[in-house]
């Protein structure tokens, strides 16, 4: 069955930088687009970044536009969000979703997510 699993999250301070990672199985990698969501306690969620299926192309939120990456590594099953300069306000679950062979969407199977609190 499809599953992710993410991993890598943490508490960072202010301006700080951290990678978090998903681990998929159960399907074939690389014929999907892969997102990052996340969802801070009580709002709702908010698509963070997205890349297709070969990594060569990526797409941002304005609000981690400049600061974040995404990344694949097709031969590892694995997709990665590289977070640099954090502030208080990227706080949130961060889930990975997996999108569609042509486009983002629909992000039809999600991970469990992983916490990341930036704080001093």
């Known amino acids: 069955q499809v599953q992710l699993v993410e991993s890598g999250g943490g508490l960072v301070q202010p301006g700080g930088s951290l990678r978090v990672s998903c681990a998929t199985s159960?399907?074939?990698?690389?014929?999907?687009?892969m997102s990052w969501v996340r969802q801070v306690p009580g709002k709702g969620l908010e698509w963070v970044s997205a890349?297709?299926?070969?990594?060569?192309?990526?797409y941002y939120a304005d609000s981690v536009k400049g600061r974040f990456t995404i990344s694949r590594d097709n031969a590892k099953n694995t997709l990665y969000l590289q977070m640099n300069t954090l502030k208080p306000e990227d706080t949130a679950l961060y889930y990975c979703a997996r999108g569609g062979s042509y486009y983002f969407g629909p992000l039809g199977y999600w991970g469990q997510g992983t916490q990341v609190t930036v704080s001093s």
């Open positions: 890349i297709n299926t070969g990594g060569g192309s990526t």
């Open positions: 159960g399907f074939t990698f690389s014929d999907y687009y």
